[in-house]
């Protein structure tokens, strides 16, 4: 999130339906240590499932394609992310 400049808010799964169907709700995604960023297509909540349209050059993977340009020295790590391992 750092890269973002967002800070996480947490949504209940009744206000995460309600975005849906008003239509606000373009895409969800998860992160973390090891999948760095997981687009998801779909959820699911009691008998319901909603299904998210596909998007080119969505939020998701311009962020996981910044990450991983950072652990792999494509890009400039301007947050200090990266740390020298030597013997």
Same mark, same amino acid.
């Given at each position: ?11 209940? @799964? !009744?206000?995460? #339906?309600?975005? /849906?169907?008003?239509?606000?709700? $373009? ?8 999948? @760095? !960023?997981?687009? #998801?297509?779909? /959820?699911?909540?009691?008998?319901? $499932? ?12 311009? #962020? ?24």
């Amino acid at each position: 999130l750092t890269l973002t400049n967002l800070w996480p808010s947490i949504l209940t @799964v !009744i206000e995460l #339906i309600s975005e /849906f169907k008003s239509g606000n709700l $373009k895409e969800v995604f998860g992160c973390g240590t090891a999948a @760095v !960023i997981a687009p #998801i297509n779909s /959820f699911g909540y009691k008998d319901e $499932k909603f299904e998210l349209e596909e998007k080119d050059n969505d939020f998701a993977s311009r #962020i996981k394609s910044s990450i991983i340009n950072i652990q792999q020295n494509i890009s400039d790590d301007t947050h200090n992310w990266r740390y020298k391992i030597t013997e």
